[in-house]
Every structure is written in structure tokens, then in C-alpha cells.
């Protein structure tokens, strides 16, 4: 059987994921990032759509597939300097098709199981933004030579002020 592909666009919300198995489909297009309510709410802002490149397919063991990857650019925190840093996010993933928590059991560790729901429908979108926000880095920096990190001034060495000593109250209280 040749596989088909649908043809570059913007990628459907919903899918019948067993039929797309059974067809071998290939999806290439975009998802609005600007419509992925916990992806919007885990950056400060996106700043392109979702490309991804998706297969539906069956591996040797006939496990049912989702394999693909997707990748985006989105504005986040910088964790040294607090200034907005972009972020380039890709993701490759290998998700494991079933119906229920007995078959994702079944699933061999290097598949992540995505349960479908009725009739094989895939909310393939919210697929998609969960392998984003896996992606996502957990401390957002700038690299060091771009970070416009507010170093504070180092204290003059030679000042004669005689800085007191945290300690000289426990000191006090050893005393007594």
C-alpha cells in the first residue's frame, strides 16, 4: 500500500487516528499557537504557529502509532537576567495509540500512551501542545554573552568601615 499525504495546511483539530493507521496518513501543516490555551499560558507569548510532520502508522508489533515532530519559537522569562529571552522549541516524539489504561500497559517504554476517544477519535491538536510544553526549557536563558545580567557593583576592599560581624550575636548568647 503507498501511503498517502495530506497535502501541507493547516493540521485538523480532530482525527479519526485508527482510520489514518489503517491508511498509513502523512499530515504536514501548521497549528495556530495562538489557540493553545495552556501553551499560551506557560510563556509570555508565542511568537510563531506549531510546523509539524506527523505519520500515523503501525511499528513491527502492530502497536498503533502517532510518530512526528513539531517545532516553534515562543518568548519566555530569562531565569539571570528576568528580560524576555525567544526560544526556539522542537520536539520528536513516538506516541502509542490505545483505548484504555489496559493498552497503554501493553505499550513498550519508549512509547508515551495517548488514549483515544471514541470511535479513534485523536484530539490531535492537544497532542501536539502537550509535546510542546514537554519541550519547553525549565530555566529559560539568554546565553551568557547576550544575558543582560545587572551584576552589582563589587564593594571597595580598602573602605575602613569595620563591616559588623552577623556572628557577634551568637557569640553574646555563648557567653551567658
Excluded: Y
Amino acid at each position: 500500500m503507498i501511503p498517502r499525504t495530506m497535502a501541507e495546511a493547516q493540521i485538523p483539530h480532530r482525527v479519526d487516528a485508527v482510520k489514518f493507521v489503517e491508511q498509513i496518513q502523512k499530515l504536514s501543516g501548521e497549528i495556530d499557537s495562538s489557540e493553545l490555551t495552556r501553551l499560551n499560558q506557560s510563556v509570555e507569548r508565542c511568537l510563531a504557529p506549531i510546523n509539524c510532520v506527523l505519520s500515523f502508522e503501525r511499528d513491527e508489533e502492530r502497536h498503533r502509532l502517532l510518530v512526528g515532530e513539531c517545532s516553534t519559537r515562543v518568548a519566555m522569562i530569562c531565569q539571570r537576567c528576568l528580560d524576555v529571552v525567544e526560544v526556539e522549541v522542537s520536539s520528536r516524539f513516538e506516541l502509542g495509540l490505545v483505548f484504555n489504561d489496559d493498552q497503554a500497559r501493553q505499550l513498550p517504554r519508549r512509547l508515551e500512551p495517548v488514549e483515544l476517544g471514541e470511535n479513534g477519535q485523536l484530539d490531535l491538536w492537544a497532542a501536539i501542545e502537550d509535546e510542546v510544553l514537554l519541550s519547553l526549557p525549565a530555566f529559560p536563558a539568554h546565553p551568557e554573552s547576550e544575558c543582560q545580567l545587572q551584576q552589582p557593583e563589587p564593594e571597595d576592599s580598602n573602605s575602613n568601615e569595620q563591616q559588623p560581624n552577623p556572628f557577634d550575636v551568637l557569640a553574646q548568647l555563648k557567653q551567658k
